[in-house]
């Protein structure tokens, strides 16, 4: 059984910074790839970015150049970093497991086309959530 555990949402004033940290077996941090998927208030899950088991990482269009998906292989963790909070980044924030080897989903755009997060049906299991509050 996949266990995903987040943590690190909190409450923060606009323009901050957080690192949310999803925490996992070492059998699903290796042979699974993790992303982090958000749900603002009112909203559909979107997913907003996607680490593969050999780091390979993808984007949304909307957090690209402010958020960073990273792998721990010491600790079996994935984090997300997340810089200059803006109160549309406010919602809970899942984690998610791909059992590899993972889809790759693309976008293009101009001729370059880049990697992008998988929609939430392609993930075989989730964590419980991390909230993330941010006030203007």
């Known amino acids: 059984q996949v266990q995903l555990v987040e943590s690190g949402g909190e409450s923060v004033q606009a323009g901050g910074s957080l690192r949310l940290s999803c925490t996992t077996t070492?059998?699903?941090?290796?042979?699974?790839?993790l992303g982090w998927f958000r749900q603002a208030p009112g909203k559909e899950r979107e997913g907003v970015a996607i680490?593969?088991?050999?780091?390979?990482?993808g984007y949304a269009d909307s957090v690209k150049g402010r958020f960073t998906i990273s792998r721990d292989n010491a600790k079996n963790t994935l984090y997300l970093e997340i810089k200059s909070l803006t109160p549309e980044d406010t919602g809970m924030y899942y984690c998610?497991?791909?059992?590899?080897?993972?889809?790759?989903?693309?976008?293009?755009?101009?001729?370059?086309?880049?990697?992008?997060?998988?929609?939430?049906?392609?993930?075989?299991?989730w964590g419980q959530g991390t909230l993330v509050i941010v006030s203007a």
């Open positions: 680490a593969d088991t050999s780091c390979s990482t």
């Open positions: 070492e059998y699903t941090y290796n042979r699974y790839c």
């Open positions: 998610a497991a791909e059992q590899a080897p993972c889809g790759i989903k693309t976008k293009c755009s101009g001729g370059h086309c880049y990697r992008v997060p998988p929609p939430e049906n392609d993930m075989d299991a």
